[in-house]
């Protein structure tokens, strides 16, 4: 697995380096022009910063002696499909297939930079100046470097898949992700929300879990998709997956609704979510809301957060959805395990996913103790 990770950051570096290295001058000691001064700041320089950033959190600590083993490596959903399908180095009957692998590598890595261009977009949308404790990019670049540095790297990804069946696959998950975006973002509009207070519980959560599946499930998708795409995996296998990966991305959208009302996970950015109706919790509890509110468009922002907070259903509530959550991440992880060819590669899986499902595990632990809100 370490060596899998390591690659993949050796194959993203060279990727790097292919889009932010200038052409070589006509002489050693011609200085630079206006055209490549402007360059290097309007693109060379946002990439780096994009496709750099920590686009995810650490998963396999630095270990002395192992392949990259001072570095933060993340493993790979994409190898894991390559190790579960084509086998593992070393064990008997198994060996690398040189086109299976090159296919492989070039999908990890248009995965990882697709992933890196939507932290880039969101971060727009959203108005986040932050990302994972550093300056969003379009913070640092403004916002139309930033828009124009995301669309690069979609396009730039694409290319680098290559293969076929891989891109389509890729462009399939790029949409849907972009249609969950579009949901959730309408869900800031007085339209919206107003349909989705007069809406049912039971339509409530089917819109919720139709975008959560759109927008969150396709990062989980996305690199199982075009894996599978690349090796050829049976369409029942890709069933099961695809059911799978839409279970964590369910589970890690809840987890992300949740950690809203848990400062102990959400720290500073508790209580952020009342300018729009797209957080699970907030759709739960609205058939309470007073009518007059309801009706007036006036629940949210601040009148939104005083019902949803002084709510006497919102701890229950809370505990409720991370057992949910807790819930999803199991089943997936159990479905996972069944077409799994190997011990081996079952805990291949575990470790890639292993922190985003302690966390889930953690936070529900959290509410049991009676702490949020």
Not at 36 to 64: F, H, I, N
């Given at each position: 697995m370490?060596?899998?990770?390591?690659?993949?950051?050796?194959?993203?570096?060279a990727?790097?380096?292919?889009?932010?290295?200038?052409?070589?001058?006509?002489?050693?000691?011609?200085?630079?022009?206006?055209?490549?001064?402007?360059?290097?700041?309007s693109l060379?320089?946002?990439?780096?910063?994009?496709?750099?950033?920590?686009?995810?959190?650490?998963?396999?600590?630095?270990?002395?002696?192992?392949?990259?083993?001072r570095?933060?490596?993340?493993?790979?959903?994409?190898?894991?499909?390559?190790?579960?399908?084509?086998?593992?180095?070393?064990?008997?009957?198994?060996?690398?297939?040189?086109?299976d692998?090159?296919?492989?590598?070039?999908?990890?890595?248009?995965v990882?930079?697709?992933?890196?261009a939507?932290?880039?977009?969101?971060?727009?949308?959203?108005?986040?100046?932050?990302?994972?404790?550093?300056?969003?990019?379009?913070?640092?670049?403004?916002?139309?470097?930033?828009?124009?540095t995301?669309?690069?790297?979609?396009?730039?990804?694409?290319?680098?898949a290559?293969?076929?069946?891989v891109?389509?696959?890729?462009?399939?998950?790029?949409?849907?992700?972009?249609?969950?975006?579009?949901?959730?973002?309408?869900?800031?509009?007085?339209?919206?929300?107003?349909?989705?207070?007069?809406?049912?519980?039971?339509?409530?959560?089917?819109?919720?879990?139709?975008?959560?599946?759109?927008?969150?499930?396709?990062?989980?998708r996305?690199?199982?998709?075009?894996?599978?795409?690349?090796l050829?995996v049976?369409?029942?296998?890709?069933?099961?997956?695809?059911?799978?990966?839409?279970?964590?991305?369910?589970?890690?959208?809840?987890?992300?609704?949740?950690?809203?009302?848990?400062?102990?996970?959400?720290?500073?950015?508790?209580?952020?979510?009342?300018?729009?109706l797209?957080?699970?919790?907030?759709?739960?509890?609205?058939?309470?809301?007073?009518?007059?509110?309801?009706?007036?468009?006036?629940?949210v922002g601040?009148?939104?957060?005083?019902?949803?907070?002084?709510?006497?259903?919102?701890?229950?509530?809370?505990?409720?959805?991370?057992?949910?959550?807790?819930?999803?991440?199991?089943s997936?992880?159990?479905?996972?395990?069944?077409?799994?060819?190997s011990?081996?590669?079952?805990?291949?899986?575990?470790?890639?996913?292993?922190?985003?499902?302690?966390?889930?595990?953690?936070?529900?632990?959290?509410?049991?103790?009676?702490?949020?809100a």
């Amino acid at each position: 697995m370490r060596s899998d990770a390591a690659l993949l950051e050796d194959d993203l570096a060279a990727f790097l380096a292919s889009l932010t290295t200038a052409p070589a001058r006509q002489g050693p000691s011609a200085p630079e022009s206006v055209y490549e001064a402007v360059l290097g700041r309007s693109l060379y320089a946002p990439v780096a910063d994009a496709v750099g950033s920590k686009a995810g959190q650490q998963a396999l600590a630095p270990t002395a002696g192992a392949p990259a083993g001072r570095a933060p490596l993340r493993p790979s959903m994409v190898f894991w499909a390559y190790r579960n399908y084509r086998g593992f180095p070393g064990r008997a009957g198994e060996a690398d297939s040189a086109a299976d692998l090159a296919a492989v590598r070039r999908a990890a890595v248009a995965v990882r930079v697709l992933l890196k261009a939507a932290v880039a977009l969101d971060d727009i949308q959203d108005g986040s100046g932050i990302r994972y404790g550093e300056p969003a990019l379009h913070v640092t670049h403004g916002i139309p470097l930033a828009l124009n540095t995301g669309s690069l790297l979609i396009t730039a990804a694409l290319e680098h898949a290559a293969d076929p069946a891989v891109v389509r696959s890729l462009l399939q998950s790029v949409g849907r992700g972009l249609t969950g975006q579009a949901v959730d973002v309408s869900t800031r509009t007085a339209l919206t929300r107003a349909e989705l207070v007069a809406a049912p519980r039971g339509e409530r959560v089917a819109f919720w879990e139709s975008m959560a599946a759109l927008k969150t499930g396709t990062l989980f998708r996305m690199p199982l998709d075009a894996a599978v795409a690349a090796l050829g995996v049976v369409e029942d296998e890709r069933r099961v997956l695809d059911e799978a990966m839409r279970n964590l991305g369910l589970a890690s959208q809840l987890f992300n609704d949740l950690t809203d009302f848990v400062p102990e996970f959400g720290g500073r950015a508790t209580h952020e979510d009342f300018g729009q109706l797209s957080n699970r919790v907030l759709l739960e509890l609205l058939d309470s809301a007073p009518a007059g509110l309801r009706v007036s468009g006036e629940l949210v922002g601040a009148r939104l957060k005083e019902f949803v907070l002084g709510h006497p259903e919102l701890r229950r509530t809370l505990l409720l959805l991370a057992a949910e959550a807790v819930e999803l991440k199991r089943s997936a992880m159990e479905a996972v395990r069944g077409v799994c060819r190997s011990e081996q590669s079952a805990r291949y899986f575990d470790v890639t996913i292993e922190r985003k499902g302690h966390l889930l595990d953690r936070l529900h632990a959290t509410l049991l103790k009676g702490e949020g809100a």
